[in-house]
């Protein structure tokens, strides 16, 4: 039902814009959000991605959280502080590095 994103599926919106837009939406969340999540508590999700996230079995979504492309590492991390939004519908996830603390998403495309 749900896969990661590949070079192979053809994706209506930019790599380079959905960049932008999850910077975007993390900024929104990180100005309505006093405090910082991480992976240990729960996230913030707007009401359609927590409903889709639900629907992913606890070990995929682990599995997704801890496999992360991080363009300034340049290798793969566990995406902590994180929240998600439904996002030309699919779940985007956005957060930070475990290790360099830059910003890093995960698209999971919802099948």
Same mark, same amino acid.
């Given at each position: 039902? +749900?896969?990661?994103? #590949?070079?192979?599926?053809?994706?209506?919106?930019?790599? %380079?814009?959905?960049?932008?837009?999850?910077?975007?939406?993390?900024? =929104?969340?990180?100005?309505?959000?006093?405090?910082?999540? #991480?992976?240990?508590? +729960?996230?913030? +999700?707007?009401?359609?991605?927590?409903?889709?996230?639900?629907?992913?079995?606890?070990?995929?979504?682990?599995?997704?959280?801890?496999?992360?492309?991080?363009?300034?590492?340049?290798?793969?991390? =566990?995406?902590? %502080? +994180? #929240?998600?939004?439904?996002?030309?519908?699919?779940?985007?996830?956005?957060?930070?590095? #475990?290790?360099?603390?830059?910003?890093?998403?995960?698209?999971?495309?919802?099948?």
């Amino acid at each position: 039902m +749900f896969t990661h994103f #590949s070079t192979a599926v053809h994706i209506s919106v930019s790599v %380079n814009q959905l960049c932008q837009d999850a910077v975007r939406f993390r900024q =929104t969340v990180q100005a309505t959000t006093p405090i910082q999540m #991480s992976v240990e508590s +729960f996230p913030k +999700f707007t009401p359609p991605a927590a409903k889709l996230w639900s629907t992913i079995p606890a070990g995929t979504r682990k599995a997704l959280l801890s496999n992360v492309w991080c363009g300034r590492c340049r290798h793969e991390v =566990t995406i902590k %502080n +994180f #929240s998600g939004a439904v996002k030309s519908n699919d779940l985007l996830v956005v957060g930070l590095c #475990s290790e360099c603390q830059g910003d890093v998403a995960r698209l999971i495309e919802v099948r």
